[in-house]
């Protein structure tokens, strides 16, 4: 089924024997139901369809059956259209608006954690605290590149 993705978050690039490289996207759709993408070689995508977050994208996405994430799907790579880029400058509310309005925002962790473990209803989400404790950053070396 074609389906239109507003991407909000993209990984960073990880290695891959059989894709070389790939990268999990999340997005909600024009319902505000949240949607995985996974594997995408992005890398190894036209330029063309190279999207950016904050873009809106329409693909071709069928649900993973080899994940058991209720979000996850694959896309069909050869189907991707950028419809639409949010840029920043002088946008940052209608990207709010498409996140916050869209999509339901949890501020109870343990109905996170309960979706996800007990029922299996939910893996992506947004979720406000209701207050930060603490910011911790860890420093993580650089993995070496091999051959492999």
Not at 67 to 79: A, C, Q
Not at 88 to 98: N, S
């Amino acid at each position: 089924m074609f389906e239109d993705i507003f991407v909000i978050a993209k990984t960073y690039p990880t290695r891959s024997k059989k894709y070389k490289e790939l990268v999990c996207t999340a997005g909600i759709n024009r319902s505000g139901e949240w949607v995985r993408i996974y594997p995408i070689p992005f890398r190894s995508l036209e330029e063309y369809k190279q999207f950016k977050k904050y873009t809106w994208i329409k693909a071709e996405i069928i649900p993973d059956s080899s994940d058991p994430r209720i979000e996850s799907h694959k896309i069909n790579t050869t189907s991707i259209k950028i419809l639409e880029n949010i840029p920043p400058d002088k946008e940052w509310g209608r990207r709010k608006q498409l996140l916050f309005e869209n999509t339901k925002v949890y501020t109870n962790l343990q109905s996170i954690i309960d979706g996800a473990t007990k029922t299996n209803t939910l893996s992506l989400c947004v979720f406000k605290p209701s207050k930060f404790l603490d910011i911790v950053i860890v420093n993580n070396p650089i993995e070496e590149l091999t051959e492999k």
